[in-house]
């Protein structure tokens, strides 16, 4: 009975730790040559989409104002090996998606390409960005309309895709564990080989002091 209870709390927990981390929201504002880089720890294949707007600030009416047609975004994404994944110039509104086959610490950078263009030069930027993950991503009544699905098809096809994500979120937290372990293990048995090492150091040098002593004193005729 106890350990049902606590596999439903478990659940609970990492189901609460889904819902929040599927779905980042923030606006952040970046300067003319500036590039501003965000880490998104996402499981493998695992689809995100991340939508952006941009506003240019107006120093006469001292607000933010939707951005010219002109000036683009450069999205970078990269995996948890370095490798770029996604690298393409967007317009100053704009979607990107790309699907993760590394589970880890992805990196996603902005900057824009106010260089080409006078209007944003000396000026700053503010980028609204909303990065949805996993099941989250994926526009439910595009899906029903396309696939013609009834309201509790629907749901069922949600409810499959959600435990899939979980599913998902399991898998990275055990190779997350996993890598903690090895870590563990191998940061230990360093340890142990230096003390080992120094060990032996202290014993060398005990056993060189001893017997250059007992030369300085057989030298004097001290012994």
Known sequence: MVSVRMRSCVLSVLLLNV???VVSSLYFHIGETEKKCFIEEIP???????NYRTQLYDKQREEYLPATQGLGMFVEVKDPDDKVILSRQYGSEG??????????????CLHSNSSKFALFA???????LDIQVGEHANNYAEIAAKDKLTELQLRVRQLVEQVDQIQKEQNYQRYRE???RQTSESTNQRVLWWSIVQTLILVAIGIWQMRHLKSFFEAKKLV
């Open 19 to 21: 819902l929040y981390s």
């Open 44 to 50: 493998d294949e695992t689809m995100i989409i991340g």
């Open 95 to 108: 979607r990107f998606t790309f699907t993760s086959h590394t589970p880890g610490e992805h990196q996603i």
């Open 122 to 128: 000396g000026g700053m930027l503010r980028v609204h």
């Open 178 to 180: 996993e890598r903690f």
